[in-house]
C-alpha cells in the first residue's frame, strides 16, 4: 500500500435506467475529487445503470449505452483510481438464458485504464454472492463466479482476488458479497488470506427498517476478522419493481480494522466523506454509534418521506388528491404530503354519504384547516341512487324472457368505495392536475379490507407497508416532531377505525372495522413477516401450549379477546381465507407499495392467486381445540 | 434393465398449493397403474406441491405437508417403480437465504423405499440446470447440484448418476435438465456417460406459442444423441404468478432411440399413455407428428379457452359480465365465455354514451342475440353529466380564497371509461353474482391505450397476450370453427376500431384509434416478445439500412403509413413514451393475463417504472434522418 490512500465515500443518488445522467454526476464528482486532492474515490454498486430495473437489461442498445458510459469513466480515471458499480459484458460469451453474458461487475480505473482481480479473465471484479430473496433477481440476469469458475474448470477462489492499484491491494466486493453467513464461499475470506490492504464494499442496498443496525454487526465483524478497513458505499434514491417502489439510504460510511464504524454519511441525502488510510485506523468514535438514531416512527417517516418526494419526482407529479375520510390513514397521508408540497398544490376532498357521520366530516375539515390546504366536500348521494336505479330492479333481455337484478347492502358498500374513487377522486385529480393517493395500510392490504377500484385506487400507496398500530405511531410522530403542532386532529386518534360504509360502522355509536389492530396486527405480521413464515397451523400449535402471545409480541391475553376457543379459531380463519383468497385478487390491481420494512406486498412477497388452504396438521389441532 | 418396462404415463393435473388434493389423485393413479400391471408410472414435475407458488415455499408448515405427502406415495410403492417431482427438504441444511434447504426434486419410490442416484447425498434427483427467466424464478428457492456440489467439495458431474431400479438404470432429470444449450453442464450427456437404459424428464412446463415444436427438436436430438428412449412427463393445469396464468398444456410424450417421437398424449387434458420398453424401441409413427396441429388461432384458442375454464374454476367463478361494445376485443371474449358457459350465466352489458354510433350499439344486440345471452342497455350519459356537474366549475376553498375546478375533453373521456367498468360493470357484475372481464388486448395494454379502473379493470385478462390482429383471426376462428356460424356480427370485424368517448372518434365517419394495427403490431412485438428486445435505437438503425419491414416481418412498406420521415419518428417516439411511462403504471394495476405467447406482462415480462429513456445512439440516428 502506497503510504497513504485518499480515499472519497461517493454516496450519490443512483437514477434506475438512466445511464446518462448518471454518469454525467460521476465526472463530476471525479473533477471534484482530483481538484480535492483525492487519490481514490469510490461510488456505489451499479453506478451507472441503477439495479432494479426489471427486465431492461435485456434490450442490448441499454447494455452497449452502459458499457459506452463506462468507457468515459476511463477516460477520465487520470491521476486518480476511481471504483464504480455498472454491468459488465461479455459479448462472445452467452447467459444461461442464450442472451448476452452479464457480470453484476465493480470496475476500477486508474490512469485511463481497467485494473481487475489479480489472475482473473476480466478487467473488472464480479459480484460473487447472488441475492435471490425479497425483492432481489440477480441470479436472473448475472452470471456470478461461481458459475464461471464451473465454465473455466477453476475453483471459484482462484477468481476471487485482490485488485493491485496505485492506492494498494484492494479487496474489492460487491454487497452481498459481504453477507457471506449463508453461502459456501465467503469471497471476504478468501481475499483476507490472499492478503489485502483494505476492503471496498460498493453496494445498491435497499432501506429497509433496522437492516443497517444489522449491516453494521455484519460488516464490522468482517473488518475485525480480516484486521483491515472496510469502506461501504452505497447509493440514495429510489427504485422500483413495479409492484414495489424501494428507498435506497446510503448510510456509507467505514469500519476501521478493529471493526469500530468510524463516521456516517447522512442517510437519505447524497454526500461525500472524505478519509485517509494511514498505516493504521485509530477509533475515532464510539462503536455503537447508531445508523439510525431514534423511535421506529423517525425511520418510518425518514423513509416514506423521501421514497414519496422521489416517486413524485419521478413521475413529473406536482399535485395531490387525497380523499380525507377524518380518519387515521388519510389524515397521516394527508399531513406527508403538505411536508412535501406548497399549501396550493395538495388538496383534501371529503366524500359524504348517508352513513358518514358529522363527526368524521369535520375532522377532515379541521385536518385541511391545520393543514392549510384546499378542501372540498363532494357528496356522493346522487351518484349511489343513480347507480342504484339502474341497477336494482332492472330488466335485463334474455332469450327465454326477461330477469330483474337486486342489489344487496353489502354491494351498496362497495358501489360508495368505488364511487369515491374511480368517479370522484380519479376526476378531481385530473382536473386539479395531479394524481389521487391511496391510503391503505398493510393491515387492510393484508386481508383485502378495502374495495378494488375503490379505496384500493391510487397512484401510490405510500403507507402499505406500516401496520395499524404503526400509521397511529406515524401521526403522533407528525404531530409532535415534524409539525411540532396538532395537525391531525386528536379526534382522528380517537375516533373507532371505520369504513362508514352502512350504519353497522356508525363511529359516534363506537361501530367499525371488526379488527382489533393491536392483535390483528401482530397476526398477520407473523403471516406475512417473519422469515420463516406462520400459518394457521402455526397460530393453533402456539395457542394451545400457551406461547402465542410470546410468539407474536402481542402485550395483552388472546383469550380475553374472543368469547371461546371457536370464535378464536373462526376469526384466524376468517383473515387467513382473505388473506389467500381475496386479499391476493386485490393486491395484483393494487397501486405501487412503497417498501419500508421487510415483506412488502407486491416484488419483495411474491403471490400465486391459489386460495386459502389448510394442513392437516391444522385440522388436527383445531378437532383437538373444539372437537 | 429388466426384459420389458411398462411404463404409464400420468398427465396429470397438478392444482398448485394443494398437496392434499394432488396426492390423493397420485395414490388413485398408482392403484390404477398398478392394476392395470405397470411396472413403473411416472408423474409430473412438482406434482405435489405444484410448481409457480409465489413465496409459499417460505412456509415451513406447508413443506412439512408436502413431505408427509411424499411418504405416503413411498409407502404405496408396493410392486410398482414410481416417479414423482416433489420439493426435497433437508431441514438440516440451509439455503442461501438462511431458510430450510430445498431442491427441485423428483422421487423414485420403488418397493416402499426410495432410490436416489448412485453415488449421490439424498434419496432424490435434484435438478441441475435452473431457468431464471421469464416467469422461473427457481434460484430464489431451489439448491442446485451445482451449488450443492461446491458446497461438498465435489464435481456436479459426481452427483448426477443414473438411478438403478427394477426397471433398470434410469437417468431421471427434471425438465430444463434437458434443454442444456446454455448451460456449462449438460445433465444428459453426464447421464448417457455412465450408462442408463432409458431417459425420464418429468417437467411443468407451461405451454407457450410453438414451445412443443422447439421442445421436440430439442428433445428428439437428445434422444438420438444418447441413442436411448425418452419419456417426457408434462402435468396440465393452471398456475399463476399473481400477475400471470400460465397454462400447462402435457402433451406428454415418448422419443423413441432414434428421436423419433412415438405417441403424444392429448394436449390441455388429463390422461395416461402406456408404453413397453422392450430391447428396442420400434419406429410406429411419423416422427414429423406435430403437438399442436392447425393453425395460429388453434393454438391460442385452445390455450385461452382451457384457460379461462381454469381459473374461473380456481376463483369460484360461475357468472360472468361482458361489457360490449361492439368492437371485436369485447365480442371475441363473450363469444369465448359463452362456450365455456350456459346462456344464463353470460350476461352482456352496452352502456352507450352520445359518443356511440347506433351502429356499434346494434352490433352489441346482435352479438347477444347469436350467443342467445343476456343483454341490457345501461346508459352513463345521467351519470357522466353529474359527475360533471359535481366537479366542472365547483369551487375549492383554500385559506387564501376560492379557486374553481374545470374539466377538459379529454378527462371527459376518461370519465367515461371508469364510469362504465367501476360503476356499472363493477355493480351489474355484483348484482348477477359474478365477475366482469377485462376485454384490453396487447397492443392497447403494450401502450396504455385504456383507462385505468375503467376499461382496464376486470378480474382477468384473457385476450391481453395477443395482439390486435391475433384477436381479429381468432374471432374469425370462432366463428368459423368453433361456432359453426357468425355469432361475432361480420360488422364487429369491419367496423374501425373505436374507443368511441368523443366525437374524434366517431366510427360513423371511419374514425378511430390512433393505431395503424397490421403495423403497430409487429412495432410492439419487437419491443415486447424479441428475445433481445429492440428500443428505438435498432427501430431507426433498421429504417435507415431499408431493413424494418423485414426486422418487424411487416408484409407493407412503413414509409407508405407516414407522410414523412419526421411523422414516422414522432409516431415511435409516441408509442414508446406511452409504452415505457403510463403503459408500465397502468400495467402496475392491470388484472391478471392469462399468458398464451412469451413475454405476457406482469410475471414474465418484468417491468420497472423509470419513464421512457432513448440512447446517444438513437439521438445520433434520429438526427441524421431529420437533421
Redesign the interface.
Known sequence: MSSRVNIRLVQMEVR???P?ENTEKILNRISEAKAAGRTLAVFPEMAIP?Y?????W?????L??CE?CGEKIRAASAGITVMFGNVGIDWQR???????RKYNALFIAENGGFRGPEGGPYPFVIKT?????REF?D??HFFDT??LA??LGRD?RDLIAPVHTACGRIGAVLCEDAWD?????SPLQVLGGKGVDFVVNASCSPFTFNKNNKRNRVFAEAARRLQRPLVYVNNVGI?????TVFTFDGASCIYDRQGNRVETLKPFAEGVMDYTLGAELRVEVDRDLPATAGSDATSHFDAILYGTEKFMK??GVERVVVGASGGIDSAVVAAIYRHLLP??RL?LVNMPSRFNSPTTINLAREL??NL?????E?PIE??VA??RA???G???????GV?R???TDF?LE??QA??R????L???A???GGVFTCNANKSEMTVGYTT???DL?G?LANLADLWKGEVYELGRYLNETVFCRAVIPEGSFAVVPSAELSVAQAVDEGKGDPLVYPYHDKLFRSWVED?????P??ILEWYLDGTLEQHLDYPGCVKDLFPSTKHFIDDVERWWNQYQGMG??K??????VLAVKRRAFGFD???????A?Y????EELKKRLIG
Open positions: 434506475p435506467g438512466r446518462l441503477g432494479l430495473l426489471g427486465d431492461e435485456e434490450r442490448p442498445a441499454f452497449r449505452e459506452a452467452r447467459n444461461e438464458d442464450g442472451r448476452v454472492l447472488m441475492p435471490n430473496y433477481d441470479s436472473r461461481r458459475k464451473a465454465e471459484p453467513q449463508d453461502y459456501a464461499v427504485q422500483n419493481n413495479g409492484k419521478g413521475c399549501a396550493d388538496l385541511a384547516k392549510g390546504c384546499g378542501y372540498v363532494i346522487d351518484s343513480l347507480t339502474q341497477v336494482d332492472v330488466d335485463v333481455r334474455w332469450p327465454d330477469k337484478l337486486a342489489l354491494q362497495n358501489i368505488r364511487d374513487s374511480s368517479r370522484v380519479a376526476t378531481v385530473a382536473s386539479f378494488l377500484y375503490g385506487g397512484y422469515w420463516n413464515r406462520a400459518t397451523e402455526e391476493v385478487a393486491r395484483i390491481q393494487a397501486p405501487p412477497h411474491r403471490e400465486s392467486q391459489m386460495g388452504r394442513t392437516l396438521r391444522y
